[in-house]
């Protein structure tokens, strides 16, 4: 997971970029998306948010909840 | 005809200076200070393409902005009322100087001429017309307080100074020029990165619709409008329209060229451009390292030949640059700098200082919102004879500043390609 901010100049926008980026304002990415965070210029602040998912785990009430959080776990493993 | 012709010829139709003006070493009067500053101001690039004032020392500009929903029902009931915003831009001019050295022996060629005053006056227009007027357009473009650095013999350009060494401009580091406003934090210019596209004409409507709408709306509002450009981007905009096979595409080949020029327009907006505004223009930036971690610059791609790195605490004293494979590693394409794996004199986590060229930029604003100040008290002319050295010094002097009224309101592409698109 990346947290992207914009923290050089105004709103930014292109044929580059998937959004117009507001200053100051914080964008979620998930890790499928690293390649193209990478490639952002460094008018950007990259911030890589530990996996905090696993731990709040205990989701047991829902199994529902839970069937998907595996699956996204196995998804992000075979990826890297 | 140059600017330096015109205003020497201007100089002394207007009797700005006599001989006594010169030979004397006397300061000039009020009146002859303010025409000066207008010969000052007509040789702008920017003159008739922004708004310059004459100014008498910090300057403030006032507005208000109605934002949000201001007409209500008028239904007999009394109403709160509704409060503008308001905003300030204020000007506090940087002081400037030329001095320009002449040995008798010039001098004494000059006074051959049949006008010698003339020809005095020209000199100093010489100095007023090329290193006021031309460097302020330069400074209002290039100026980041972060200081660009540049080879110790072009900032000192009196023949002493290291041919290669760099030390930091500090005459370009008084204040924030375009580039860098847009590119500092929390500015509000809007960026728009072409990505190396070279079709002018989306960029230049992608730019228009970054304005904000009550900024477009209205016919006043366009003829206010201008793109700022540079030079060759101003070219290639007129072969792409060239290729258009229709009267306006004829009409650009044959009267918008050479003497003959006329303005070119697009979607209803002139098109200015700025000789001094380089085709690719010179950016700096600092960055804290990360060890062998590419970190991204700003702008891409770059060129590896005008690309120079030096510690971001750099100052007078004239040093190498560090060099590229052996202190860092650049990839030009990607836009990243790390430094190298091993024996780099630059440290992991060491700031550095990068000054480069990138790709076309553009700027887009009214006229009315960007404002120049040339303060006209501070316009000073002065000789000083060097009687031992044969030599006369001709010195002059001004004080100037620019600013957006609302920065909001500027609108720029960056990363355009310097080609010209294959059709259109």
Redesign the interface.
């Known amino acids: 997971m990346f947290k992207v901010t914009l ?11 998937d959004r117009r980026y507001e ?2 304002v914080t964008y979620d990415y998930p890790e499928s998306k690293r390649a193209y965070v990478e ?6 602040e990259v911030v890589e948010v530990p996996d905090a998912k696993p731990a709040p785990a205990p989701a047991a009430k829902a199994p529902d909840a839970k069937a998907p959080a595996a699956g996204d776990k196995s998804v992000s493993k075979k990826a890297s | 005809m140059s600017n330096s012709d015109i205003l020497a010829r201007v100089l002394v139709q207007k009797g700005v200076l006599t001989d006594a003006d010169l030979s004397g070493g006397a300061t000039l009067n009020a009146a002859q200070r303010e025409d000066l500053a207008d010969l000052t101001i007509a040789a702008f690039g920017l003159a008739e393409h922004a708004t310059v004032e004459k100014i008498y020392d910090t300057w403030d500009y006032d507005s208000i902005e109605l934002t949000g929903r201001y007409a209500e029902l008028d239904n007999g009931t009394e109403s709160a009322g509704r409060k503008p915003s308001s905003y300030k831009l204020t000007l506090d001019p940087v002081p400037l100087k030329t001095v320009l050295t002449l040995q008798d022996s010039f001098l004494r060629k000059l006074a051959t001429k049949p006008i010698p005053e003339e020809q005095k006056a020209k000199i100093l227009a010489e100095a007023q017309g090329i290193a006021m007027a031309n460097d302020i357009d330069r400074m209002i473009l290039y100026s980041n307080t972060l200081g660009p650095s540049i080879k110790e013999a072009d900032f000192l350009n009196n023949g002493s100074g290291h041919a290669t060494n760099r030390v930091k401009d500090t005459t370009f580091s008084e204040f924030n020029g375009l580039i860098a406003a847009a590119d500092a934090s929390g500015s509000a210019i809007l960026t728009h990165d072409a990505a190396s596209s070279s079709d002018l004409g989306l960029v230049l409507r992608e730019m228009y619709k970054n304005l904000p709408p009550a900024y477009r709306t209205g016919k006043a509002n366009k003829q206010d409008l201008r793109y700022y450009m540079p030079s060759d981007l101003y070219e290639n905009l007129k072969s792409q329209l060239q290729k258009r096979q229709t009267h306006y595409g004829d009409w650009v080949l044959t009267k918008g060229q050479g003497e003959s020029e006329e303005a070119i327009f697009f979607n209803g907006i002139l098109c200015v451009e700025l000789p001094l505004f380089d085709i690719n223009p010179y950016v700096v930036e600092h960055i804290t390292m990360n060890g062998t971690t590419a970190k991204n610059l700003k702008y891409k791609p770059i060129s590896a030949s005008t690309f120079y790195a030096n510690a971001a605490a750099l100052g007078s004293t004239a040093t190498a640059p560090y060099v590229d494979t052996t202190d860092y590693v650049l990839n030009t394409t990607n836009g990243t700098v790390a430094v190298a794996a091993s024996g780099s004199a630059i440290g992991n986590t060491d700031s550095v200082k990068y000054m480069y060229q990138t790709l076309p930029q553009i700027f887009l604003t009214k006229k009315s919102n960007f404002i120049i100040g040339v303060s006209v008290n501070d316009m000073l002319m002065e000789t000083e004879r060097h009687a031992n050295k044969g030599a006369t010094d001709f010195v002059t002097r001004t004080r100037y500043s620019y600013g957006f009224v609302k920065a909001g309101w500027v609108s720029r592409a960056i990363n355009v390609a310097d080609t010209v698109i294959a059709s259109y």
């Open positions: 923290t050089a100049g105004g709103p930014l926008s292109g044929p580059a970029y200053p100051g490639s952002l210029s460094g008018r950007f």
